[in-house]
């Protein structure tokens, strides 16, 4: 049972510390997303870029850090499930790679809750967009959304 908790722990923290923010922008943009804006890696920095194409992109790359790992321990370790989104989450905002200077893992942390709870992915989704139609502010859509 421990190499499963730490093959889990291990697989999911590496897919969700992958920077597909730092990536793209510098692959389609040629710039360093960490000298941009709030200098993390995360989606809605990456629309601080002017790139709208770019940043949806990133979005849909970070919310699949939270689907596949924990997808995929939901199918083959299902007592592991919240290790795995804890990991996943944590590799997001903690890459080991970047200094553990990653994003603030609301995409990621989407990507989660959609696979643990379809209701409560859908309820989120909709509470951010109000939240931030009303605020114009991502962060605290985020946050308020998380405590809905």
């Known amino acids: 049972m421990i190499i499963e908790v730490i093959l889990v722990f291990i ?3 590496l897919s969700g510390s992958i920077p597909f923010g730092l990536i793209f922008s510098k692959v389609f943009l040629n710039q360093d997303i960490r000298n941009i804006g709030s200098k993390n890696i995360g989606a809605t920095n990456v629309l601080r870029t002017g ?3 770019i940043a949806g992109l990133t979005l849909i790359f970070d919310i699949s850090k939270g689907i596949i790992p924990v997808l995929i321990t939901k199918e083959h370790f299902v007592d592991l499930i919240y290790l795995s ?10 890459p080991f790679w970047l200094k553990f200077k990653g994003g603030k893992g609301v995409a990621t942390y989407l990507g989660i809750i959609f696979i643990l709870s379809l209701e409560l992915g859908i309820i ?6 109000l939240i931030s139609v009303i605020t114009k502010y991502s962060s605290l ?5 998380s405590l809905i």
């Open 51 to 53: 790139n709208k194409i």
């Open 11 to 13: 697989a999911s923290y």
């Open 141 to 145: 859509s985020s946050i308020l959304s």
């Open 124 to 129: 989120f989704c909709i509470s951010w967009v």
């Open 85 to 94: 989104s804890l990991a996943a989450f944590l590799g997001h905002i903690f």
